[in-house]
């Protein structure tokens, strides 16, 4: 099919579908859980593992995390059991369900056995040629369903050209895909201990088919033999679904807009000479630069900027004592920042988290 037909047919649903959404409510309390893969297609395969079977493990101790703590929330899943699953369809579950998230869990592959890590997609155009091989790779899935061609329009997963149409994407949910990955990629490395290689962007069909918020989280790498013992262990999927899980719980509750503080909470005592410690509440990480006029931060007093892990991450307050950060935490978690957690500087320098762990456990 020519090219410029389907860009144009992209482009008028495009108009039509971002037009009906600003008059959509988001509805937070379905979130749909898509476990890459299934049936004929076992997606990446390593020395012994498939991906379909990871990522449908991970799926479902996720969803289960989050229907035996979250009652209000309804879990949604793509697939429950090893069968194949268009990718249209995958999206259709989400839009039909009117979710308030998707979640799409796969493991990565590459030719370079060393390469290690996590990374979260959100839809876009990609930067980078790393990343537009990954969305190939994962939207030649498509090549395994009957007569692909008419059901994407005529879009050819191999081909470069095909994901120019994403640069034309209207995302009105951008902001918030890119806060629930950033949310993900920091829980990936920091409870897991994984490798952070960032919130990423990319063409990936499931991603472009979803009207509501959506991520797609690669959790590693199968082609590394470390990774995929990992990957393929009760354990490391229970990990990975529980950092998945506490992003999911920080996306459905952070606020629109972070709340005032109250002047006192940031009148801060004189320097303790002894300690030359610095106690700060993290507040966000986001994996683009915000200027710190970003209304996210109006209000907010002694808000700075850390560079971590690949991240920037924002505080506020700069306490001298434990018992001062604790207090403005509570404050903060109360407002509705519920995993609001202290950070400790050294000189301005983020202490490693062993130590800060020691110190916060006095
Ligand atoms: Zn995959």
């Known amino acids: 099919m020519p090219r ?7 482009l008028c649903s495009l108009m039509i579908s971002s037009h009906l959404l600003a008059q959509q409510p988001v509805n937070i309390h379905t979130v749909v859980i898509d476990a890459g893969h299934g049936g004929h297609d076992p997606g990446a395969i390593g020395q012994t593992a498939k991906e379909k079977n990871i990522n449908l493990a991970i799926a479902l101790k996720l969803g289960n995390l989050i229907q035996s703590t979250m009652s209000d929330v309804k879990v949604i899943y793509t697939r429950d059991k090893d069968y194949f699953v268009e990718l249209y369809r995958r999206a259709a ?42 969305a190939k790779l994962e939207n030649a899935a498509i ?46 490395e920091e409870r897991v201990g994984m ?36 990957l393929s262990s009760p354990k490391g999927q229970d990990y990975i679904a529980s950092a998945i899980f ?41 994996p683009d630069e915000l200027d710190l006029t970003d ?22 307050g700069n306490e001298t004592s434990l018992e001062a950060a604790r207090k403005l935490q509570t404050e903060v978690r109360q407002k509705g920042i519920r995993d609001a957690f202290i950070v400790i ?18």
């Open 4 to 10: 410029l037909n389907w860009c144009l047919q992209v």
């Open 93 to 134: 579950i989400a839009n039909e369900a009117k979710a308030g998230l998707f979640i799409s869990i796969h493991c990565n592959a590459n030719n370079n056995h060393s390469l290690k890590g996590a990374e979260t997609y959100i839809m876009g155009l990609h930067k980078s040629e790393a990343n537009l091989k990954i």
């Open 295 to 316: 209304h996210r931060f109006d209000e907010l007093k002694d808000v700075r900027m850390y560079k971590h892990g690949g991240m920037f991450k924002y505080t506020i």
């Open 246 to 286: 506490r992003a999911f719980k920080k996306f459905s509750t952070l606020p629109a807009k972070l709340p005032a503080e109250k002047k006192q909470t940031v009148t801060t005592p004189p320097p303790a000479k002894t300690s030359g410690l610095r106690y700060r509440i993290q507040i966000a990480a986001e």
């Open 143 to 188: 090549l395994l369903e009957d007569d692909y061609l008419t059901t994407y329009d005529g879009f050819d997963p191999n081909s470069d050209e095909s994901y120019i149409i994403f640069s034309l994407n209207q995302n009105l949910n951008l902001d918030k895909s890119t806060g629930f990955a950033a949310a993900i990629q920091e829980q990936m």
């Open 345 to 362: 500087f050294r000189n301005d320098e983020r202490i490693p988290q062993p130590e800060a762990d020691a110190i916060l456990k006095k």
């Open 195 to 230: 490798h952070n290689r960032g919130v990423r962007q990319a063409g990936f069909l499931v991603l472009y088919k979803t009207t509501m918020p959506s991520v797609l989280v690669e959790t590693g790498y199968l082609s590394n033999t470390e990774e995929e013992k990992f």
